[in-house]
């Protein structure tokens, strides 16, 4: 068992002196789930890696230089999140692409902020993440959770005009996360105001309580969180109150069948749905590349992560140099082609131009409005 | 005191209320006959509306008006239900009717899961469209946004439907019967009531209650789902209860009680604990009242 563990020491210090030797390749770390129950979530991720810094070596690098990957496993763990960071950063990262799961990047996160180092999660959708301040090195090409909530409630007050909105959810966390956020927008914004926050119960056998309550709260936009069982049955139950209202809702009822069930009733209903990025070429290119290496459909997060990786190297590459702050303004100032879609990152971190587009139902489909 | 709000929660109230009613009925009748909760009640009202849903799709296809729809979905409903009622009853709860007061309560339960996966292998686990059957009416055109066709039509079938069922118990000989086994099933056989006939009519009416039900407010909300039983029947049981379980006025009187209680809940206070409104409820009426409104309280014999 000694003599095995001193090979193992043996081994990793030539891996490092192999390291030091070449000390000229620019080291970006991949950390997240890669194996345990969430390995499903972090592999694409450091398939989306290899592919870029493949394509991107083998076309002579960064400036001359090679890129090399770094790849921590932390499982999704926050206690071992902090060690790969740790880790990633004596073994001379520049930038790190991940971690994947909220929890972990969390934990890592203090990690990174102390050593300046850039941290770009393909995955994380908690919002403090950026919306604390606490980070001014990390960056996502993700949505974050509110961000659907902020698009309706922005979409209601910006381009319906809405000054009276009733918010309304399924009691779940889903729903209620979602109706939470956009009471805080709406309220924080002050252009209109929330005049019914209500939970509804999922499964009631009608809801011509609610119905009249949004009719005596005067309401011009009904924001609903939740899933397309209860929508369906609100929007069909406004409709025989004669309530006339806009219905705003999520990517619970941006959903086909919330269409077939509630019929003609759906017409005229707004919900946000995940932007659809599979016509773009760089995305059909990217997931072609990742069928003819790896034999198989990329899983999840890849155009994210394929995305983010991209951002970064050209981040690098315009910046012409590894330092942290110069790395931070090319991301900031840089737009960059990526899997989806034109992006640059704001003054907190979220990518812009990538997210949640707000589609509504016109002749029995989903036709994206803005 | 703005009236019209409180009338337009009254009228949403009185339509929740004849639903609950209407299923709470086949409850209350089962317990009053053999003092068994019949649990897979709520997945006939399910299937009530399964039927009613393939029935309306074959006869829209068809052509016909939905008028003719859905009094012939009903009728279909209603048939169809009872048979699965008097099949349930042969089935589940007879083998077991000397077997003590727990067995058959469980054999309940399993007859609703097995009602439920039934559904979901035969049909589907999805949520289906129900078509609006129920036509506008030009006369409740004015008043649509209060009380509107669907909320018509369901008040008036539920009060016909109860008001029939009290002539036939009060003043026909099988309804005389039937009183006589909800009271005491040994006398009333003695005197030459056949027990098993009135137990099978028993199950027989409350499911085809229950299927109407379910056919009429498939079409009020507009989708069925192989769990809307579940929800609607724990609702129904509650004013089984609350009205005094064994007592079909008693059912009547719960289920509008329920149902008026939890839209004023909704509309005064918050449409978040409309559920807690209605269990609290029942709590109470269980520690101060727990032989409901109309029930008699029992003597126990030493």
């Not at chain 1, 770390?29 to 969430?38: C, E, F, M, R």
């Not at chain 1, 190297?313 to 330092?323: E, F, Y």
């Amino acid at each position: 068992m000694k003599g095995r563990i001193s090979g193992l020491v043996i081994a990793a210090s030539l891996v490092l002196l192999a390291g030091t030797a070449m000390a000229d390749t620019i080291k970006i770390g991949v950390a997240g789930a890669h194996s345990g129950d969430l390995a499903s979530y972090g592999l694409p991720t450091v398939n989306a890696a290899k592919l870029v810094v493949d394509e991107v070596n083998a076309k002579g690098g960064i400036d001359g230089k090679q890129i090399e990957l770094l790849i921590q496993d932390e499982e999704c763990k926050p206690e071992k999140a902090t060690n790969a960071a740790t880790k990633l950063i004596s073994d001379g990262a520049v930038v790190v692409l991940g971690h994947i799961c909220s929890g972990a990047t969390k934990a890592a996160l203090p990690i990174y902020t102390e050593a300046k180092l850039v941290c770009m999660s393909p995955s994380a959708t908690n919002p403090e993440l950026t919306q604390s301040g606490q980070y001014p090195t990390f960056f996502r090409t993700i949505a974050s959770d509110d961000a659907q909530a902020t698009l309706g409630a922005e979409f209601a007050i910006n381009t319906l005009g809405a000054k009276k909105i009733a918010v309304l959810h399924d009691k779940g966390d889903y729903g209620k996360g979602y109706a939470e956020y956009a009471q805080q927008f709406i309220t924080d914004g002050g252009a209109a105001e929330v005049v019914l926050f209500e939970g509804v119960t999922p499964g009631a056998v009608d809801y011509s309580a609610v119905v009249q309550k949004i009719r005596k709260s005067e309401a011009d936009v009904v924001m609903f969180g939740g899933y397309h069982p209860e929508a369906s049955k609100i929007v069909a139950q406004l409709k025989k109150k004669r309530v006339e209202v806009k219905f705003i809702s999520d990517d619970g009822v941006k959903d086909d069948t919330f269409i077939k069930v509630a019929g003609a009733d759906a017409e005229g209903v707004y919900a946000s749905g995940p932007q659809d990025v599979s016509s773009l070429e760089m995305n059909k290119a990217a997931r072609a590349a990742h069928v003819a290496k790896f034999n198989a459909e990329p899983g999840a997060f890849f155009d994210n992560a394929y995305a983010a990786i991209q951002a970064l190297v050209n981040a690098i590459d315009k910046a012409d140099s590894t330092d942290s702050a110069k790395i931070m303004e090319a991301l900031r100032t840089e737009n960059v082609d990526t899997s989806v879609g034109t992006i640059k990152f704001d003054a907190r971190g979220d990518a812009e131009g990538v997210g949640f587009s707000m589609y509504q139902v016109q002749g029995g489909k989903y036709v994206v409005v803005q | 005191m703005d009236w019209q709000y409180l009338a337009e929660l009254f009228l949403g109230g009185l339509t929740r209320g004849s639903i609950y009613a209407l299923i709470a009925i086949g409850y209350t009748m089962v317990y009053g006959i053999i003092e068994l909760i019949n649990f897979a009640h709520g997945e006939i009202y399910m299937l009530g509306a399964f039927t009613g849903l393939i029935v309306a799709s074959v006869l829209g296809i068809l052509g016909f008006p939905p008028a003719q729809i859905l009094i012939l979905a009903a009728l279909a409903a209603i048939i169809y239900c009872a048979g699965y009622g008097y099949t349930m009853e042969k089935i589940a709860y007879k083998p077991l009717r000397g077997a003590g007061r727990l067995s058959p309560l469980i054999s309940a339960i399993g007859m609703s899961l097995f009602l439920q996966n039934y559904i979901i292998l035969a049909q589907t686990s999805d949520f289906l469209p129900f078509p609006s059957l129920i036509p506008e009416f030009a006369f409740l055109d004015p008043v649509a946004h209060i009380f509107g066709s669907s909320n018509f039509v369901i008040v008036l079938t539920s009060s016909v439907s109860m008001a029939a069922l009290t002539v036939f118990i009060k003043y026909t000989k099988m309804g005389k019967a039937m009183r006589a086994t909800a009271q005491n099933r040994k006398m009333a056989m003695l005197l030459g009531v056949n027990a098993d006939k009135i137990i099978s009519i028993t199950f027989l009416l409350g499911s085809s209650l229950a299927a109407l039900g379910g056919v009429l407010i498939a079409s009020h909300v507009g989708m069925v789902n192989f769990a809307v039983g579940f929800l609607a029947g724990i609702k129904a049981f509650t004013a089984a209860v609350l009205g005094g379980i064994g007592s079909i006025p008693g059912a009547m009187l719960g289920g509008l009680f329920l149902g008026l209680s939890e839209s004023f809940a909704t509309g005064y206070i918050s449409s978040d604990y409309e559920d807690v409104f209605a269990f609290t409820l029942l709590v109470v009426f269980l520690i101060f009242r727990p032989s409901g409104i109309m029930g008699k309280a029992k003597v126990e014999k030493v």
